[in-house]
């Protein structure tokens, strides 16, 4: 089995109201149509600090530029099997807070990108986004979250 090691970064991204943005999709898995609700994240670029990576992703999913990082949530290593290879990702995500809210439109390298697929999603708060999200890493991140609020 081919493996892949990557590092990818994202946001946690709460606007004023304390919504939580996520991205949600209809995607390939298996052989079948699902829908995945996710946290905006990608690949860490060479020469680029998972910081810059995380902010230019959630810009680049969302169209959501005006953001700004206000905690780190530390980091999470993901291993899983997908079409034939094993990925270990190792996952960096931020608390961020989103600026004037302004959207614009989403950059993909391709309009036939699977991240081309994505659609904004706005959850009601952190507890509604995490039982929302379809991955028990991202799920992990909300709850690192949670617990940074409660202090």
């Known amino acids: ?27 390939q898995r298996n052989g079948k149509l699902v829908r995945e609700v996710r946290l905006p994240k990608g690949h860490v670029e060479a020469g680029e600090s998972d910081a810059q990576a995380a902010l230019r992703e959630v810009c680049e999913e969302t169209g959501y530029c005006d953001v700004a990082i206000v905690d780190d949530l530390g980091t999470m290593l993901s291993d899983f099997s997908r079409n034939g290879e094993w990925v270990s990702r190792t996952e960096h995500y931020y608390l961020m807070r989103l600026g004037g809210g302004e959207r614009g439109e989403p ?45």
Not at 109 to 128: N, Y
């Open 107 to 151: 950059h993909f390298d391709s309009p036939d990108a699977e991240e081309a697929r994505f659609v904004p999603l706005w959850a009601a708060g952190l507890t509604e986004a995490q039982a929302a999200l379809t991955f028990p890493s991202e799920q992990r991140f909300i709850g690192r979250a949670l617990a940074r609020q409660a202090t």
């Open 1 to 27: 089995m081919i493996r892949r090691t990557y590092t990818a970064a994202g946001g946690v991204v709460l606007d004023q109201a304390g919504r939580v943005l996520l991205i949600t999709r209809e995607v």
